[in-house]
């Protein structure tokens, strides 16, 4: 798993962003997913793939607040259940403390 703070965006909405980053995003992804977020976030975004290198799979997971995001990989070599890395990715939120 890697977590990772996503550069600044400035005069750039969620559909712009989300261009960007399937532009630098390896090709053929076996699935992708937007959602609406909640506890604070505006929404999220995910890419999915299967057999890259050793992982099985590997899910590309981005939160989305305001300006800023946060990025998340998750890769495994279990390729039958890539639910826990959504669960883990759905389980990102904003906290003020």
């Known amino acids: 798993m890697h977590v990772a ?3 600044e965006w400035r ?3 969620g559909v712009d962003i989300i261009a960007s980053l399937d532009a630098e995003l390896p090709p053929d992804p076996a699935g992708k997913l937007a959602e609406s977020g909640r506890d604070g976030v505006g929404h999220r975004a995910a890419w999915l793939y299967h057999r890259s ?3 099985a799979f590997a899910l590309y997971g981005y939160t ?9 990989f998750f890769t495994s070599p279990d390729a039958a259940d890539p639910g826990w890395a959504f669960d883990a990715w759905r389980s990102v939120a904003h906290s003020t403390d």
């Open 11 to 13: 005069c750039a909405n």
């Open 64 to 72: 989305f607040r305001d300006d800023a995001y946060v990025e998340t």
């Open 5 to 7: 703070p996503g550069a």
């Open 53 to 55: 290198g050793d992982a």
